[in-house]
């Protein structure tokens, strides 16, 4: 188990992980796609913005709790979907769920976890479901029913997902899921040999969710790919309105960019809009999300719920996106290496650094709530 009093912040957690996974894994979570411009532009979005903080403002006690869809959280933070990570450590769905249950914050499960719907609800907490919009109609309507019986409080719709994205690390690595060791990536894998132990004592893990799906291809041997393949390219207004009618939780669009189409999202009679652009995996050259919120927040933030993913490293950078629009923030990449560094406690460890580095960023701003953190912080100047 790696060593977590080490790690000051959610870099040295990334280090950490990339060091016990073997390489083609560990890229298939940190890279995004082609020239990876979108993954290296949500980071840079949030360095370019500055703060004018307050001063002479009593900030002894600091209050970091919001209220989301009419129940509390205690931070403005979410734990985003993030598929397939039991190729990095078995159960590692249901370490973050159980990291965020402690937290007090809500965890979305992907629909190509390696937790099933079910188990990620024995965990109990604030379950949120992200649907991947398939083509067998039926079997994603089994899903939304499923999410339903299992007592999760949102379906997270994403709609930028028509196909795949082109994540060229994955074929240069020779990466396919469920990942196998073979003669190609043995060196890798050998010289890691917690990684390996890990696999070979729990076994590699399967996407539950899609047990029983029939895929269109009969040569399945890469399933993140196969799952790319089987997106719905004909998922559109009106079929959200089917999915609005099935649904009777909260039901929010994940990556949207534009404001007409959160606009639209609301006429739809959803919830929230997530902003987001796939954590840069999908269409590169998509704009940063923090480029696109103010736009939609400004447009939709008094008719529905503004949520926003995509470069979360910091705690300051929960304090920007609040600035900027959003009522809270999802992070993928911040939990996903704490728990691929040290399982649950790597996951806690990722939430503590954020949640910390939350509390000193509003003290130096002059923020003693989060309802305080608004426009007026945000220097216009370039």
């Known amino acids: 188990m790696a060593d977590l009093s080490h790690a000051v912040n959610i870099e040295d957690l990334r280090l950490l992980a990339r060091r016990r996974l073997p390489r083609a894994i560990f890229d298939f979570f940190d890279g995004g796609a082609e020239d990876e411009v979108t993954l290296r532009g949500n980071r840079a979005a949030f360095e370019r913005v500055r ?21 509390p959280m205690n931070l403005p933070l979410a734990i985003g979907p993030t598929g397939g990570i039991g190729a990095g450590r078995p159960g590692a769905d249901l370490m973050l ?40 109609r039926e079997f994603r309507e089994k899903l939304v029913a499923r999410a339903w019986s299992a007592g999760y409080e949102a379906l997270l719709v994403t709609v930028d997902l028509p196909v795949s994205g082109k994540r060229e690390r994955d074929p240069k690595n020779g990466f396919v899921t469920p990942y196998r060791p073979n003669w190609r ?30 895929f269109s291809s009969t040569k399945v041997t890469d399933i993140a790919t196969a799952v790319g393949r089987e997106m719905d390219a004909g998922f559109d207004w009106e079929e959200l309105g089917r999915l609005r009618d099935l649904w009777p939780g909260k039901l929010l669009l994940k990556g949207v960019e534009r404001a007409d189409d959160a606009e639209r999202a609301a006429a739809a009679g959803c919830d929230g ?13 998509a704009a940063p999300t923090l480029d696109a919120l103010p736009a939609i927040a400004s447009s939709v933030g008094k008719k529905m719920t503004v949520l926003l993913d995509g470069g979360i490293r910091r705690g300051v950078d929960i304090v920007k996106a609040r600035a900027l629009g959003a009522q809270a923030v999802l992070t993928g990449r911040a939990t996903l290496f704490g728990v691929m560094a040290g399982g649950e406690p790597g996951a806690r460890r990722a939430l503590e650094i954020l949640s910390s580095e939350l509390e000193r960023s509003m003290r130096l ?18």
Request: proline residues 5%; hydrophobic residues 45%; aromatic residues 6%.
């Open 273 to 285: 809009v997530v902003v987001s652009n796939h954590g840069g995996r999908q269409l590169d050259g």
């Open 51 to 71: 703060l004018l903080p307050k001063v002479l403002v009593d900030v002894a006690e600091i209050d970091t709790k919001v209220m989301l869809f009419g129940k």
């Open 97 to 136: 769920a159980r990291a965020a249950k402690a937290c007090g914050i809500p965890f979305t499960l992907a629909t190509p976890a390696t937790a099933s719907i079910e188990r990620a609800a024995e965990v109990g907490g604030r379950l949120w479901f992200q649907l991947y919009v398939v083509r067998d």
């Open 365 to 382: 701003c002059g923020a003693r709530s989060v309802a305080e953190l608004g426009a007026e912080l945000v220097s216009r100047n370039p």
């Open 185 to 214: 990536n043995s060196h890798d894998v050998l010289g890691k040999p917690g990684w390996l132990l890990d696999i070979l004592r729990h076994g590699l893990p399967q996407m539950e969710n899609f047990e029983g799906y029939r």
